[in-house]
């Protein structure tokens, strides 16, 4: 079976963690988990990082900081682009927000430029949610600066893209916020997890108060003092004092252990699946279509692609052949029954032929070269 993702945390990782286990250490939420955020930050590029129990918890943190801080508030419009996953879409109908699809490009199958702006136009959006589809990198200067020309919010959901870089920058450090996903089979995991990351500091305060109820725990001193004066709170009393409607979306040291392992190996993991990309994509005849390959930008390859009216065919033949596959991400959120509840179908012309056609195939840190290899020859000749 050539398996579509393989476990990121190995028998080494696992064993160093059973070492530091037998020095009975605070499992929850302590200062391992301020060392990863830190470490991460670092990774990215950004001043700030908040590490939760999920990537999904934290495109809903992202969103809720937002209205919390009031650089939103409810009814406003959000970008969904129309190929994502649930949970980009799902907290914007949660919060009380007004989702618009966008449709993609069939390039990088981002979201298509000139779709948004005619939206930004016309509808006059607060946020768009900018997902970077299984690695591939988008023209991301150019949506940075529409948001920056009409005032609209960024997040971007890197969740699939880690370690991709556009220009030598890493993405997820070009939006307000950004949003991170650890788990399985992801190019690096915490068994569960996610990140939040950003350089404003108001931003930052609520993400660590909103993970943990709502208090002031992790919160700079100043910040403490100010609110607590305000307040009228004593420091006795801020021990169960609640600022917000928080959550609890903590994750624990021992997963924050795990990370610190895997930021280890993350560039060498995401290197891997770049090579395995070219490697694919010179291998798969070029009747059949292709993501963009670039000279400038650094692809961290979450999963290959496939976008072809022979899908079915091509599934078929996978499957024989013990290769597993799946959908391109979740086809377009349109056709989702959950989205055709709330506000009916939404028809888009490339975000339906990904629906109808897409899938993709293996690419993970453990594939060789004649797996791909066999791969593309299944794909070719489907």
Known sequence: ??????????????????????????????????????????????????????????????????????????????????????????????????????????????????????????????????????????????????????????????????????????????????????????????????????????????????????????WDTDTKLKMRTEYGISEFDSLYTFYYNGFNFRSTDLQAYIGLQQLKKVDAYCNVRNKNYKLYHSNIKDSIWKPVLSDTNFISNFAWPIISENRDSIISNLKQNDVECRPLICGSMGRQPFYIKNKGECKLTNADIVHKNGMYVPNHQDMTENEIIKICDIINNS
């Open 1 to 218: 079976m050539i398996n579509l993702v393989k476990d990121t945390i190995n028998n080494e990782d696992i064993d160093s963690l059973i070492e530091w286990l037998k020095t009975y250490p605070r499992l929850t939420k302590g200062l391992l988990t301020v060392e990863l955020e830190k470490a991460w930050a670092r990774y990215v590029g950004v001043k700030y990082a908040t590490f939760v129990n999920s990537g999904s918890s934290a495109n809903l943190l992202a969103l809720y900081c937002l209205l919390e801080s009031g650089k939103i508030k409810r009814n406003d419009k959000v970008i969904v682009p129309a190929v994502s996953w649930a949970t980009d879409l799902a907290p914007v109908f949660q919060l009380g927000l007004d989702p618009i699809l966008c449709d993609v490009n069939l390039n990088d199958l981002a979201i298509d430029i000139n779709c948004l702006e005619n939206i930004i136009i016309e509808q006059n959006p607060k946020v768009l949610i900018l997902v970077h589809v299984l690695g591939l990198v988008c023209d991301i200067e150019s949506i940075r600066n529409l948001c920056n020309k009409y005032n609209v919010i960024l997040i971007e959901d890197t969740c699939e893209s880690v370690g991709s870089k556009f220009k030598n920058r890493v993405l997820g450090s070009f939006g307000d916020i950004s949003t991170f996903s650890f788990y399985f089979g992801h190019h690096i995991s915490t068994i569960e997890g996610g990140m939040l990351c950003t350089n404003d500091s108001e931003l930052n305060n609520l993400f660590k108060s909103l993970r943990n109820h709502g208090w002031d725990r992790d």
